[in-house]
């Protein structure tokens, strides 16, 4: 057979084999890069038992995907679950998963030393002694739901709705719990944002009207990070893999970190900036572009609100667009190179070469703040704000290679049920003072309750830590330890954790493979959902049994929160008389509650476009197709939509204002993608912005109050911030002019690549590789200090000290120290969690708090023979205790950088030491607080809070209105 | 271009699931993994670059090429871009690429993309490469090379030859000689094709000490090679020279279909012929 016959019969056969689901070329092999087992043998997958060599023993699996369950990237696993004795044996990457793309990081594949962690919680458990004793009962999940059911409805019924708080830590299901809280009526939902990215939202959603960016790395010319996106950054794992694959392909990385973390390693151009001076060394880069106009003038024409700017800032001068680009150039002319290595110790010629890199990205320059500078600095929300104004400046904003908002490389599924806006108002997460909070103030929390501004009734923590995680945690321990502040307190947690110690209820939950949730996120320039599900149903459904509850499945009574919420949710209204079970009511089975199967079934069926043609393509329902695939793709490529042609059909009874605005009666079309974005108001008619008119056409535009990009923000400018309203620098309150002469700043924001907070405590093989957190020091400050590594030192604090060993390191900006905050773990007894915890001694007189570490871990005997292998002892060290609070006046983010003093330790001093004093702690609550300039004094129209920002749980509009000066709490 | 993809395959390990490639190929049922272990990993590496580097081992300069070679296409490079299974996967995607592209343009920058593939990593060192294997292969991957090699002269003629000649071609290294350089040198250079010429594998070398009625020793070619010299160095001259004689001749036969190519090819087997001639006649003189 001549070649060409040959070559037939090969398209042939592959072709005869496709249509049957089936693979013709057989994976792992360099053909495809199918370095994945082909997913019609995801029934019946054979390898070698690793453990039976050298005998050649077949080992039999079955695939089930999931969603990892770490840090919020919500990478895809594939679950290998043994046929003989169904447990499952490793995790993998998912394949068909379009953010991961089978690839994870060593988190994912360390999900199994969390299932079978030996110390997890197995059991709901009740408090037997006093608060923080640590003594408990095994109770029912009966008991336990009917207890809490019971508080809940009665706080409801007698209208003390904000009795009742959520306060999530790893977020779950995109909106499931606020749906369940909108259901009950409560403005009660809390999260961890505040502690850790809202002053970046900040500074994107002043810009966007929408909170997160989403850049598309991979197709970058250069990519500038204000972060350690390489190994620690928000969606890590998938956009690390994308900024390789541009790097890959000839793009420039920029990286501006004071550490040389793993990412500054790979960049072409490093700095190490003073701490809080990036927005300055940007803005020198938007100045570069704006004197020698280099940016996309068109671009800037066309989508910044330079009109508005002008009209209300500049009304005497003319409103056209030559004359806003000289005073363009007049309001940055400042911003020298020379300026910003004044402030950022970043040579100016370093910093103007890489303004020339950034010049010629064009519209393919993708940047990206989280957390980093923006989290550690008052007036970090500048940070991102000014770093997209590089974006905006370049027209790099939804191209390809740039910036997208998240919200259009996101799609949230709308549900059976969407319960209205609650029709409350909780201040002791939204209080007066923080207008402009991008999140709720949550870790204030304590300082609030000891303020009087209210109590709460029953106060649920998932998966959240905040006596660790939140700076200033001897003042949640003195809140969670006094009943008259929170009554009941119930920890939703896998495992043992700083905070649960001192709860009611421990409520079991389960990990990454053991529960419901659906995600979607903006890891590149497309839509997809990601499924998580519990492994061991999704099999034994495959195998033929039915399961009616997730708790048949997992571990001991460990449960997932989906059917949890549920079950709590028609418990507190039985009858139906409070209005509330019908957002968990069965539809199939009217007068039953809702299950799992039906609740995802419906979203599946009506709200993802594309899924239900799909599965029908291999003769699946969409819910058997998403628990056979664990995710699908909705669109690629979505592009730039603020570009887009409103249609005609929306544009019933339209008027435009002298901004351009387009106001419609037209109602919004009903969507099935409830991606939160903001809100403009409508006009006074009633109108919704529908656009605005660039250039003689409706175009879609932005969901902000100008329709616009918002160079200039009315928002600010109107609530009392208007030396804000446009991007500029903002001194940190760890700028030189703030410290004293022997203060220095410690950096204490940084991850590590192979733990995510306390969620990943206990997995053993993370635990092995990283599990100490020592201080960063230059050699040059530590010889002035006299210290050498592994010596110990004294870091004070505001409010305190701890002490930790050194290690001394070229890595690290001089003069600046480092500090990972993803160690010193401790408990007060040795039960309990036993791989990353410290056994300390707890000292407390009055305000004043102390811990001694008694010691670190050591091996024991468990049903895992590798817990008797553990070698380390040292656990590192709990900084975040000695940290105050900083809320940043403006985005209410907790601003983290520390001003200290670094000593060599006392005689006395023993490494772990930690003294707090939380009467200074509430001093310097205090004083931040005063900083701020609450709605009641500069409201430009008698609301707590510009209703267009987002909010997680929005309440409905009227409660926005501002109640009389003696009826608002925390007002003096 | 499905043919190159289904060889690809078979230019891995046998697994069971390729079993329905090879029937569709008509080569028959699959070889034992231990055939596939003999020939891939202990006689012909399957990797570009130990056939066209200078030092006759992976990597270098000529999988850096290849590896450029991606990028040039806004690729990736994979890990191993000069394994014969990733590029003969790269020339039929390229291929399909070119067929599918309904921009004339475009698809004339796929074709000249899919004919310098072709010319310069594909007939480069295969035609030699495979010529071995069909000496010394089992049946199955016998005609699996002999497949692959009528698939690939099907595709020189029906792109036609290149004008220049391929770059890892370009250079000329020969022979170490050992009069100037060290032993050990020349002996590497033996086993580098880019110098001699010629392919020797392990079962060569056996062959060799068969003939000579020599001791042949275990170990890595260059040990062997070394052990062989150390009993008969006179004899594994002649030896050598007929059998870079016998490469000329193979290397000529190609002529009519790859030209230049076969030239280069021919002209350091003749090249290293010349100077093992030399070389024993040089030893004779001194004794």
Same mark, same amino acid.
């Given at each position: 057979?001549?070649?060409?016959?040959?070559?037939?019969?090969?398209?042939?056969?592959?072709?005869?084999?496709?249509?049957?689901?089936?693979?013709?070329?057989?994976?792992?092999?360099?053909?495809?890069?199918?370095?994945?087992?082909?997913?019609?043998?995801?029934?019946?997958?054979?390898?070698?038992?690793?453990?039976?060599?050298?005998?050649?023993?077949?080992?039999?699996?079955?695939?089930?995907?999931?969603?990892?369950?770490? /840090?919020?990237?919500?990478?895809?696993?594939?679950?290998?679950?043994?046929?003989?004795?169904?447990?499952?044996?490793?995790?993998?990457?998912?394949?068909?998963?379009?953010?991961?793309?089978?690839?994870? /990081?060593?988190?994912?594949?360390?999900?199994?030393?969390?299932?079978?962690?030996?110390?997890?919680?197995?059991?709901?458990?009740?408090?037997?002694?006093?608060?923080?004793?640590?003594?408990?009962?095994?109770?029912?999940?009966?008991?336990?739901?009917?207890?809490?059911?019971?508080?809940?409805?009665?706080?409801?019924?007698?209208?003390?709705? %904000?009795?009742?708080? &959520?306060?999530?830590?790893?977020?779950?299901?995109?909106?499931?719990?606020?749906? @369940?809280?909108?259901?009950?009526?409560?403005?009660?939902?809390?999260?961890?944002?505040?502690? /850790?990215?809202?002053?970046?939202?900040?500074?994107?959603?002043?810009?966007?009207?929408?909170?997160?960016?989403?850049?598309?790395?991979?197709?970058?010319?250069?990519?500038?990070?204000?972060?350690?996106?390489?190994?620690?950054?928000?969606?890590?794992?998938?956009?690390?893999?994308?900024?390789?694959?541009?790097?890959?392909?000839?793009?420039?990385?920029?990286?501006?970190?004071?550490?040389?973390?793993?990412?500054?390693?790979?960049?072409?151009?490093?700095?190490?900036?003073?701490?809080?001076?990036?927005?300055?060394?940007?803005?020198?880069?938007?100045?570069?572009?704006?004197?020698?106009?280099?940016?996309?003038?068109?671009?800037? $024409?066309?989508?910044?609100?330079?009109?508005?700017?002008?009209?209300?800032?500049?009304?005497?001068?003319?409103?056209?667009?030559?004359?806003?680009?000289?005073?363009?150039?007049?309001?940055?002319?400042? &911003?020298?190179?020379?300026?910003?290595?004044?402030?950022?110790?970043?040579?100016?010629?370093?910093?103007?070469?890489?303004?020339?890199?950034?010049?010629?990205?064009?519209?393919?320059?993708?940047?990206?703040?989280?957390?980093?500078? =923006?989290?550690?600095?008052?007036?970090?929300?500048?940070? =991102?704000?000014?770093?997209?104004?590089?974006?905006?400046?370049?027209?790099?904003?939804?191209?390809?290679?740039?910036?997208?908002?998240?919200?259009?490389?996101?799609? #949230?599924?709308?549900?059976?049920?969407?319960?209205?806006?609650?029709?409350?108002?909780?201040?002791?997460?939204?209080?007066?003072?923080?207008?402009?909070?991008?999140?709720?103030?949550?870790?204030?929390?304590?300082?609030?309750?000891?303020?009087?501004?209210?109590?709460?009734?029953?106060?649920?923590?998932?998966?959240?830590?905040?006596?660790?995680?939140?700076?200033?945690?001897?003042?949640?321990?003195?809140?969670?330890?006094?009943?008259?502040?929170?009554?009941?307190?119930?920890?939703?947690?896998?495992?043992?954790?700083?905070?649960?110690?001192?709860?009611?209820?421990?409520?079991?939950?389960?990990?990454?493979?053991?529960?419901?949730?659906?995600?979607?996120?903006?890891?590149?320039?497309?839509?997809?959902?990601?499924?998580?599900?519990?492994?061991?149903?999704?099999?034994?459904?495959?195998?033929?049994?039915?399961?009616?509850?997730?708790?048949?499945?997992?571990?001991? +009574?460990?449960? +997932?929160?989906?059917?949890?919420?549920?079950?709590?949710?028609?418990?507190?209204?039985?009858?139906?008389?409070?209005?509330?079970?019908? &957002?968990?009511?069965?539809?199939?089975?009217?007068?039953?509650?809702?299950?799992?199967?039906?609740?995802?079934?419906?979203?599946?069926?009506?709200?993802?476009?594309?899924?239900?043609?799909?599965?029908?393509?291999?003769?699946?329902?969409?819910?058997?197709?998403?628990?056979?695939?664990?995710?699908?793709?909705?669109?690629?490529? #979505?592009?730039?939509?603020?570009?887009?042609?409103?249609?005609?059909?929306?544009?019933?009874?339209?008027?435009?204002?002298?901004?351009?605005?387009?106001?419609?009666?037209?109602?919004?079309?009903?969507?099935?993608?409830?991606?939160?974005?903001?809100?403009?108001?409508?006009?006074?008619?009633?109108?919704?912005?529908?656009?605005?008119?660039?250039?003689?056409?409706?175009?879609?535009?932005?969901?902000?109050?100008?329709?616009?990009?918002?160079?200039?923000?009315?928002?600010?400018?109107?609530?009392?911030?208007? +030396?804000?309203? @446009?991007?500029?620098?903002?001194?940190?309150?760890?700028?030189?002019?703030?410290?004293?002469?022997?203060?220095?700043?410690?950096?204490?924001?940084?991850?590590?690549?192979?733990?995510?907070?306390?969620?990943?405590?206990?997995?053993?093989?993370?635990?092995?590789?990283?599990?100490?957190?020592?201080?960063? @020091?230059?050699?040059?400050?530590?010889?002035?200090?006299?210290?050498?590594?592994?010596?110990?030192?004294?870091?004070?604090?505001?409010?305190?000290?701890?002490?930790?060993?050194?290690?001394?390191?070229?890595?690290?900006?001089?003069?600046?120290?480092?500090?990972?905050?993803?160690?010193?773990?401790?408990?007060?007894?040795?039960?309990?969690?036993?791989?990353?915890?410290?056994?300390?001694?707890?000292?407390?007189?009055?305000?004043?708090?102390?811990?001694?570490?008694?010691?670190?871990?050591?091996?024991?005997?468990?049903?895992?023979?590798?817990?008797?292998?553990?070698?380390?002892?040292?656990?590192?060290?709990?900084? %975040?205790?000695?940290?105050?609070?900083?809320?940043?006046?403006?985005?209410?983010?907790?601003?983290?950088?520390?001003?200290?003093?670094?000593?060599? =330790?006392?005689?006395?001093?023993?490494?772990?030491?930690?003294?707090?004093?939380?009467?200074?702690?509430?001093?310097?609550?205090?004083?931040?607080?005063?900083?701020?300039?609450?709605?009641?004094?500069?409201?430009?129209?008698?609301?707590?809070?510009?209703?267009?920002?987002?909010?997680?749980?929005?309440?409905?509009?009227?409660?926005?209105?501002?109640?009389?000066?003696?009826?608002?709490?925390?007002?003096? | 271009?499905?043919?190159?993809?289904?060889?690809?395959?078979?230019?891995?390990?046998?697994?069971?699931?390729?079993?329905?490639?090879?029937?569709?190929?008509?080569?028959?049922?699959?070889? +034992?993994?231990?055939?596939?272990?003999?020939?891939?990993?202990?006689?012909?590496?399957?990797?570009?670059?130990?056939?066209?580097?200078?030092?006759?081992?992976?990597?270098?300069?000529?999988?850096?090429?290849?590896?450029?070679?991606?990028?040039?296409?806004?690729?990736?490079?994979?890990?191993?871009?000069?394994?014969?299974? #990733?590029?003969?996967?790269?020339?039929?995607?390229?291929?399909?690429?070119?067929?599918?592209?309904?921009?004339?343009?475009?698809?004339?920058?796929?074709?000249?993309? $899919?004919?310098?593939?072709?010319?310069?990593?594909?007939?480069?060192?295969?035609?030699?490469?495979?010529?071995?294997?069909?000496?010394?292969?089992?049946?199955?991957?016998?005609?699996?090379?002999?497949?692959?090699?009528?698939?690939?002269?099907?595709?020189?003629?029906?792109?036609?030859?290149?004008?220049?000649?391929?770059?890892?071609?370009?250079?000329?290294?020969?022979?170490?000689?050992?009069?100037?350089?060290?032993?050990?040198?020349?002996?590497?250079?033996?086993?580098?094709?880019?110098?001699?010429?010629?392919?020797?594998?392990?079962?060569?070398?056996?062959?060799?000490?068969?003939?000579?009625?020599?001791?042949?020793?275990?170990?890595?070619?260059?040990?062997?090679?070394?052990?062989?010299?150390?009993?008969?160095?006179?004899?594994?001259?002649?030896?050598?020279?007929?059998?870079?004689?016998?490469?000329?001749?193979?290397?000529?036969?190609?002529?009519?279909?790859?030209?230049?190519?076969?030239?280069?090819?021919?002209?350091?087997?003749?090249?290293?012929?010349?100077?093992?001639?030399?070389?024993?006649?040089?030893?004779?003189?001194?004794?």
């Amino acid at each position: 057979m001549n070649p060409n016959e040959l070559n037939e019969r090969v398209s042939a056969a592959r072709a005869e084999t496709e249509a049957r689901g089936e693979t013709f070329y057989p994976g792992p092999s360099r053909i495809h890069l199918a370095a994945f087992p082909p997913k019609e043998r995801w029934d019946d997958w054979v390898e070698l038992d690793s453990k039976s060599w050298p005998e050649r023993k077949e080992k039999r699996y079955m695939l089930v995907p999931t969603t990892c369950f770490n /840090c919020e990237s919500a990478c895809g696993l594939l679950a290998y679950v043994d046929k003989e004795s169904l447990q499952v044996r490793k995790f993998e990457g998912n394949p068909e998963h379009p953010g991961s793309r089978g690839r994870n /990081c060593a988190k994912g594949p360390a999900t199994l030393n969390q299932i079978t962690d030996p110390d997890r919680i197995l059991y709901p458990l009740k408090r037997a002694g006093k608060r923080g004793e640590g003594k408990w009962v095994r109770v029912s999940w009966n008991e336990a739901l009917d207890d809490i059911a019971s508080r809940i409805r009665k706080a409801i019924v007698e209208k003390r709705n %904000n009795e009742v708080m &959520y306060h999530v830590g790893r977020p779950g299901e995109d909106g499931f719990t606020e749906r @369940i809280l909108a259901a009950w009526g409560v403005d009660g939902h809390n999260s961890h944002t505040n502690v /850790c990215s809202s002053s970046s939202r900040a500074g994107y959603q002043f810009w966007l009207g929408m909170d997160r960016p989403s850049p598309d790395h991979a197709n970058a010319k250069v990519v500038l990070l204000i972060s350690a996106h390489l190994e620690a950054g928000h969606y890590f794992n998938p956009h690390a893999q994308r900024v390789i694959e541009a790097k890959a392909a000839g793009a420039k990385l920029i990286v501006f970190d004071t550490r040389l973390s793993h990412t500054a390693t790979h960049a072409d151009y490093w700095v190490a900036p003073y701490p809080g001076s990036e927005a300055a060394i940007v803005l020198s880069i938007a100045n570069y572009l704006i004197q020698n106009n280099l940016y996309n003038r068109e671009f800037v $024409r066309r989508w910044w609100n330079w009109e508005e700017f002008l009209a209300v800032e500049n009304p005497e001068l003319p409103t056209d667009f030559a004359t806003f680009e000289l005073v363009l150039k007049n309001l940055y002319k400042s &911003y020298t190179f020379e300026n910003a290595e004044k402030e950022s110790g970043v040579d100016a010629r370093v910093i103007e070469e890489i303004a020339k890199v950034v010049a010629t990205a064009g519209t393919k320059f993708s940047s990206h703040n989280w957390r980093s500078a =923006a989290s550690g600095n008052s007036g970090g929300w500048q940070v =991102a704000r000014t770093l997209f104004m590089l974006n905006a400046l370049l027209g790099a904003v939804a191209t390809e290679g740039g910036v997208y908002p998240n919200a259009w490389n996101k799609f #949230v599924p709308k549900p059976m049920y969407t319960p209205p806006h609650p029709p409350a108002w909780n201040e002791l997460t939204w209080p007066v003072e923080y207008p402009l909070g991008m999140n709720e103030l949550s870790f204030l929390l304590p300082h609030f309750l000891k303020d009087g501004r209210g109590k709460l009734e029953v106060y649920f923590t998932r998966v959240y830590n905040p006596v660790w995680t939140n700076p200033d945690g001897f003042s949640w321990v003195e809140a969670l330890n006094d009943e008259s502040l929170i009554g009941c307190y119930v920890a939703l947690t896998p495992t043992w954790n700083e905070t649960s110690y001192f709860a009611d209820y421990i409520l079991p939950m389960g990990h990454g493979s053991e529960r419901h949730d659906l995600h979607s996120y903006e890891t590149h320039d497309a839509q997809w959902i990601g499924f998580r599900q519990p492994v061991m149903r999704a099999a034994r459904e495959r195998l033929g049994e039915k399961i009616a509850d997730t708790r048949e499945v997992n571990p001991g +009574e460990v449960w +997932e929160e989906n059917e949890f919420w549920m079950e709590l949710t028609w418990r507190i209204d039985p009858d139906g008389a409070l209005g509330i079970r019908q &957002y968990v009511e069965s539809k199939e089975r009217p007068g039953t509650r809702l299950g799992v199967d039906e609740y995802y079934g419906y979203i599946f069926e009506n709200s993802v476009p594309g899924l239900k043609e799909r599965a029908a393509q291999e003769d699946l329902s969409p819910l058997e197709f998403m628990r056979r695939y664990g995710a699908f793709e909705i669109t690629k490529k #979505v592009g730039a939509i603020y570009e887009e042609l409103v249609p005609d059909a929306e544009l019933e009874d339209v008027k435009e204002d002298r901004f351009s605005r387009v106001y419609t009666k037209t109602p919004k079309p009903a969507s099935t993608n409830i991606v939160p974005i903001a809100s403009p108001d409508p006009d006074a008619e009633g109108r919704r912005l529908v656009g605005v008119n660039v250039d003689g056409k409706i175009l879609r535009g932005f969901p902000t109050p100008s329709g616009r990009l918002e160079f200039y923000s009315s928002t600010l400018a109107e609530w009392g911030w208007h +030396e804000y309203a @446009i991007p500029t620098y903002i001194r940190s309150h760890i700028h030189p002019e703030n410290l004293a002469e022997d203060q220095t700043v410690l950096i204490s924001t940084f991850r590590l690549p192979t733990q995510i907070h306390t969620r990943s405590a206990n997995a053993k093989w993370l635990d092995e590789i990283s599990h100490t957190n020592p201080l960063w @020091i230059h050699p040059t400050h530590a010889a002035q200090l006299g210290l050498q590594t592994g010596e110990l030192v004294r870091v004070e604090t505001e409010i305190g000290y701890f002490v930790v060993k050194a290690w001394v390191t070229e890595g690290i900006r001089p003069g600046i120290v480092a500090c990972s905050h993803h160690m010193g773990r401790w408990k007060l007894k040795d039960e309990g969690q036993r791989q990353m915890m410290a056994t300390v001694a707890l000292a407390h007189e009055g305000d004043e708090w102390g811990i001694k570490r008694e010691h670190g871990v050591h091996p024991y005997k468990s049903a895992d023979a590798d817990t008797q292998r553990i070698w380390w002892t040292d656990v590192g060290v709990h900084q %975040n205790l000695t940290f105050p609070v900083h809320p940043d006046p403006v985005s209410g983010m907790h601003c983290w950088h520390q001003a200290v003093r670094v000593k060599k =330790a006392e005689a006395s001093d023993a490494y772990g030491d930690i003294n707090v004093d939380t009467h200074k702690s509430h001093e310097v609550y205090r004083k931040w607080l005063r900083m701020t300039r609450p709605a009641n004094v500069h409201s430009p129209d008698g609301t707590r809070r510009p209703y267009w920002l987002m909010r997680p749980l929005k309440p409905s509009r009227e409660v926005f209105r501002l109640p009389d000066n003696q009826e608002l709490v925390g007002v003096e | 271009m499905e043919l190159f993809r289904a060889l690809a395959v078979l230019a891995e390990p046998p697994t069971k699931e390729a079993a329905r490639v090879a029937l569709a190929l008509e080569l028959g049922s699959l070889p +034992e993994q231990s055939e596939y272990t003999d020939l891939f990993v202990f006689q012909l590496y399957p990797y570009a670059s130990v056939y066209l580097g200078a030092e006759g081992m992976l990597g270098g300069e000529a999988r850096d090429r290849i590896a450029g070679f991606w990028r040039a296409l806004g690729q990736t490079p994979t890990a191993e871009a000069d394994h014969l299974a #990733v590029l003969l996967a790269l020339y039929a995607r390229l291929a399909e690429l070119e067929m599918d592209e309904s921009d004339a343009v475009r698809r004339q920058g796929w074709h000249v993309a $899919r004919k310098a593939l072709l010319w310069e990593h594909l007939l480069s060192w295969l035609p030699a490469y495979l010529s071995k294997m069909e000496e010394i292969a089992e049946p199955f991957y016998r005609r699996w090379s002999e497949t692959l090699l009528a698939a690939l002269f099907e595709e020189a003629r029906t792109l036609g030859k290149q004008e220049q000649l391929a770059l890892h071609l370009r250079d000329t290294p020969r022979l170490f000689d050992p009069r100037e350089n060290e032993t050990g040198e020349f002996l590497q250079s033996l086993l580098t094709p880019a110098r001699s010429g010629m392919v020797l594998v392990r079962s060569d070398l056996s062959r060799a000490a068969h003939k000579l009625s020599l001791g042949l020793r275990m170990g890595e070619r260059k040990f062997i090679i070394k052990s062989l010299f150390s009993q008969d160095a006179a004899g594994m001259l002649d030896w050598l020279e007929d059998e870079a004689r016998e490469w000329a001749v193979r290397h000529r036969a190609h002529k009519e279909i790859l030209g230049d190519t076969a030239t280069a090819w021919e002209n350091k087997a003749l090249a290293s012929a010349a100077l093992l001639r030399e070389l024993k006649q040089t030893a004779n003189k001194m004794a």
